[in-house]
């Protein structure tokens, strides 16, 4: 039993808020920071590590080169605001059937995929309308 640590439960509750569907450890180092009144990134880090490790998170790849995580869920994809850079998941593996024609085409078995699709969100289309 890891001895018990405000970060971690923090960490914990904070990718279980609906509110936002990825973290990096940046992120999350400033939400933990800002409610517990000090964390280091290191113990951030740590407890994310902790929790990829017991299979709660997942990491994964926007292609910005930084390591987000999110709760482990059922397998999805992911969009991206362009102009706000908010993430959600797009319920459902929309690539399902590409995959066996991928698979045909390239003659390899497929394990994986990763897919981001960009965009701009509601809120963001809201405010360049008005
Ligand atoms: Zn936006
Ligand atoms: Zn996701």
Known sequence: MAPPSPVR???RLLFSTPDRHVWSIDELQQVVSASLGGADYSSVFRAVAGMQREGLVDRIDL???KAHFEL???HHEHIRC?????????PGCILENATSA???DTGFTITSHQ???SGI???CSATAHN
């Open 9 to 11: 439960d923090e960490v």
């Open 63 to 65: 292609g910005d080169g």
């Open 72 to 74: 482990r869920e059922d």
């Open 82 to 90: 362009d102009s706000c850079g908010r993430v959600v998941g797009v």
């Open 102 to 104: 991928v698979e045909s």
């Open 115 to 117: 897919l981001l699709f």
């Open 121 to 123: 969100c509601p809120d």
